[in-house]
């Protein structure tokens, strides 16, 4: 083995967690430690692999992410016993395709759902279950009301005196029906998280009362109420005395 | 540094719930799909993508100590999913250095962030940068490298190799930024 071809073998040497089962490696170690230049080489291609997977470390990991992960991570589905053959992906996929059509022809012969609070409700927990992603992480509120501002959201929503115990996470903006709502995220404090959805009363038909109705949706506990020109959805994991604790 | 390796277990058959696997695998997954992707969102969604598909298919693997690997192949396969909608990004053409396997200073990498790093890779050849980015997130043996990215364990050390030497390529060849200079070490 010559000076160059010990450099190949040593380029895949890892300080500190090698082995030297390697018989090629071990010749090159050794090769390393007679030849100063090589062994010059040698230093220094450890220290720029140090200095490299440091910097590897360093890749900082969205606050968010746990969060998200964990949410989604509940409503995932858990492992799954043997099915019965009406629930093999065949009939299921048959029985979809039955089911579409039914819906499609409902659709092509009533009129459109209206804009009712009990779809606005079932989309916002929804999001929060599957699809929901923060644009802004930060504990400031403050900077979620600009941010909400700027995207033409309610920015003037008033926050529960129950919340304002809870770790403020960050914010997000969604959609329903072209109408911007604003999600203001709330940490419970054991990894789960509640949801402030904010929407202006003129986009709903049928918007909720003024004083706070609890209802379950999906596998959340929901309340909701309206308050001068916004109409609120709080949603979170069920939980004795939810009215109570956080509103 | 000593890798926490026990999980919480769910009682169904020895697996491990699903919140200790978060706690324990969601930072270096994350590391290793910005290693991969480069961008925060793609990230996030190839480690949401990764915990969605153990959450449906996890209770398919027999051996919970093959959890960690599972998940890394997992999310190499749904990142290499996701490539196939993309067109490659152009990176540098530097075969003909790669050849002299250069000397590289250490204060040069002292002089980069880790997003200058997860950047640098992104323009090594794209088919060595996963093998590169396990090579540093992990303490995974080559052997084991190969069984998450299913390559043999000859073409792991060749991509490797390949793509050490075009880092440090890139190394040498990167600017240092006023503002880092400046800055010294810090």
Known sequence: MNSSEAREVLLLYRPGTAKLADPQMVEALELARQDPELGRWFEQHCAFQKAMRAKFQQIEVPAHLKASLLIRGTVAP?????????????????????????????????????????????????????????????????????????????????????????????????????????????DRGDKQMLFLFVLKRSALKDPPPEAPQVSKVSQMVTVSWTHGDNTYVLAGPEEAGFVQKYL | MAARTSYSEDGQRGKPDFQSLVDLHYGPLYRFAMSLTRTENDACDLVQQTFLTWATKGHQLQDPAKVKSWLYTTLHRAFLESRRRFTRFPHLEISEAEAELPSVEPDLVSHLDAQDVVQLLGQVDEQFQAAVALFYLEDYSYNEIAGILEIPLGTVKSRIARGLAQLKVLVLRKPASPSKEKGGAA
């Open chain 1, 78 to 186: 858990e492992i799954l016993p043997p099915q019965p053959w009406w629930r093999s992906p065949i009939w299921l996929s048959a029985a979809a395709v039955v089911l579409l059509l039914i819906g499609l022809t409902g659709v092509w012969l009533k009129p459109r759902v209206p804009d009712r609070f009990a779809n606005y409700q079932a989309r916002m927990v929804s999001q929060a279950l599957r699809e929901y992603r923060m644009d802004l992480v930060t504990n400031d509120m403050h900077q979620i009301r600009q941010f909400m501002a700027s995207r033409g959201a309610p920015d003037d929503y008033h926050v529960p005196q129950g919340l304002e115990h809870l770790q403020l996470t960050g914010g997000g903006l969604l959609s329903w029906r072209s109408n911007p709502v604003a999600m203001v995220c709330f």
